[in-house]
């Protein structure tokens, strides 16, 4: 028998099968409570007798010795009472017969709740039509949970199905551990990152012993980014970790925070490394960057590569599963507890690292822009022995920790002030020497003014105007600029009578006018209506534009000496993982103004 976890929405039901019939003592492995059924029930032979009713007791004789000082009883009290006692009996058994009947015609199920929604277990003798985690029985008729994914579905799955396969597969593991540890309390939620579930048996292994459908190996799947390296002949993969680049919060920053810790992962866990960008809102992986490194095997079938649990041997990352694959256990098995504030995330910061290094390629065009680009600003500021300082400033629909400013957005003076210590600190003192000692070390005065500039990048064209950065700033990058509505109107000349109003990009990155972008919204009605599925030509085109800008700002602005920026945007987050941690952490040249907080890892 078949044991899987389904929804039970409004807009979803019980499975029912009028041909199908469940057995009550295979479904006492999931719940000891309704074995009550199979032992009251009157087809066991051993124990029919209990609820076959007994022909009453023979009447006593009347005595011939009457006895003293007693009134002899009604005999028909006794009759009634009787009566009552043989149809209570056979209402019982009558009652009985009836929930057995409902109890094999139905399929049976235990109800839970998780995250406010009712699931609840349903028993089966054929594995489910929908992508679900399943109980099977193994070879020597133990209970064992696995995932079981159609043939019939293209890879990747949806976002819901992944989430659900995920929450299915920790309720089934969870209630197989408390059946088998009844007398010894409640068993655990959920198990420690790499502690292996005893009770899941993995999908090659389950086609091994017949337990689910063979699948084979039929290539890359049509979405799977291409690495360069030949794809017939080559052995399948041993272990696994693919990284679906799918997203709704329209966020570049988000996706590349969760590729590079997959792939960071990835390699401490040997396991082979994939990119599968089939709904990716951005486009093609390969619009932006060069292709990653060679796999040297061949991916798995889509039936194996699984959202959970993470010791499978072929695992899928996406943003449906990040809470699975990047929550408290990684914390728990990722963070020095020996240390203290952000040093606790050192390791979790080299996973990111590792991700940048090998994949953060621009394509070859970009790449080469950077280059030029980092050359003619850094350069002459190392010559004349002078600072670069980074202003990373976003804005749009991203708003900042403190919760003064949890409203509204940082003020530009407070990036200012920061950068001006940063000045300080590492120009006038000398990164913390005394101006009298590096006077002496140099055997010349020390100069008060050098060479230096700031370089800002912002997600605001506004920002690049405002009194407080001033005209000697410069900008990270003018290859792809994000221009205002003043600007716009500027560069036509006279007015398009076929255009009703130009609009610039004023205030900053917002998700729903990423997705607007080059398709026919006029108001919010509109704007709910868009499938996102397939994305016209023209306005991919503009999405690539976005995002690119986005991705040379990174780089450049990457290469500064010291950076200002807020905790709160992931691009901030992101420098400091391109500076690297001996200068952003250890050094202190990646300065947060976003109240008074660390660097963190993947918020989710």
Request: aromatic share 10%.
């Amino acid at each position: 028998m078949l044991i899987s976890a389904t929804n039970k929405a409004k807009t979803m039901h019980a499975r029912r099968n009028p041909n199908l019939s469940v057995s009550s003592a295979a479904y006492s492995q999931l719940s000891p409570s309704v074995t009550s059924a199979t032992f009251l029930s009157p087809t066991v032979a051993s124990r029919r007798g209990l609820l076959s009713p007994s022909p009453p007791a023979s009447p006593s004789l009347p005595s011939l010795i009457p006895r003293h000082g007693k009134k002899q009883p009604s005999s028909n009290h006794t009759r009634l009472v009787k009566r009552l006692l043989i149809g209570f009996c056979g209402i019982t058994i009558l009652g009985w017969f009836i929930l057995r009947q409902i109890y094999t015609h139905h399929p049976q199920t235990a109800d839970y709740e998780e995250d406010g929604e009712e699931w609840e277990m349903v028993g089966d003798s054929r594995l489910p039509k929908e992508p679900s985690a399943v109980v099977i029985q193994d070879a020597k008729g133990n209970s064992k949970w696995t995932v079981s994914i159609p043939a019939n579905f293209d890879f990747p799955l949806r976002p819901a199905q992944y989430r659900d396969i995920c929450q299915q597969s920790m309720e089934l593991s969870k209630q197989l551990r408390q059946d088998a540890h009844t007398s010894s309390g409640i068993a655990k939620r959920m198990l420690n990152y790499y502690q292996k579930d005893q009770y899941y048996i993995d999908v090659q292994e389950a086609e091994v012993q017949g337990l689910l459908p063979p699948t084979k190996a039929s290539g890359k799947p049509k979405g799977f980014v291409d690495d360069l390296s030949p794809t017939l002949g080559m052995p399948v993969c041993d272990r696994t970790l693919t990284y679906v680049m799918e997203t709704v919060d329209a966020g570049f920053g988000n996706t590349l925070l969760r590729l590079w810790m997959s792939f960071g992962l990835a390699m401490k866990e040997n396991r082979t490394f994939f990119i599968d960008d089939t709904r990716w809102p951005y486009g093609q992986y390969s619009s932006y960057f060069a292709p990653p490194p060679s796999a040297n095997c061949m991916p798995p079938p889509p039936s194996h590569m699984v959202p959970c649990p993470h010791n499978a041997r072929h695992i899928v990352v996406s943003a449906a599963t990040v809470k699975q694959t990047f929550g408290h256990s990684f914390n728990d098995e990722w963070e020095d507890p020996t240390k203290m504030r952000v040093e606790r995330q050192h390791k979790i910061f080299d996973l990111l690292r590792v991700g940048y290094m090998s994949l953060f390629q621009l394509r070859p065009d970009d790449a080469t822009y950077v280059t030029e680009r980092t050359d003619s600003i850094y350069g002459p500021v190392a010559a004349e022995g002078g600072i670069s300082i980074g202003i990373h400033v976003r804005r749009g629909d991203k708003h900042p920790y403190e919760y003064q400013y949890s409203k509204d957005y940082i003020p530009i003076g407070r990036y200012v002030d920061a950068a001006r210590d940063l000045y300080i600190d590492r120009i006038e003192n000398g990164g913390g020497k005394s101006k009298k000692k590096r006077s002496i070390e140099n055997n010349t005065l020390f100069a008060r003014h050098t060479t230096s500039k700031l370089i800002v990048a912002s997600d605001d064209p506004v920002v690049y105007d405002t009194p407080e950065i001033g005209p000697n700033s410069i900008r990270a990058q003018e290859r792809i600029i994000l221009a205002t509505k003043a600007t716009l109107e500027a560069a036509q000349g006279k007015k398009n009578p076929w255009i009703d109003e130009i609009t610039g990009w004023e205030g900053g990155f917002y998700r729903d006018v990423f997705f607007s972008l080059g398709r026919p919204v006029g108001n919010a009605n509109d704007m709910n209506q868009l499938e996102n599925t397939e994305v016209p030509e023209a306005a991919m085109g503009i999405r690539e534009l976005v995002g690119r800008a986005y991705l040379l700002d990174l780089a450049v602005l990457s290469k500064a000496d010291t950076m200002v920026c807020t905790v709160s945007s992931i691009g901030c987050r992101l420098l400091a993982v391109m500076m690297g941690w001996e200068s952003a952490i250890v050094k202190g040249n990646w300065k947060n103004v976003d109240g008074d907080f660390d660097w963190k890892g993947i918020m989710w």
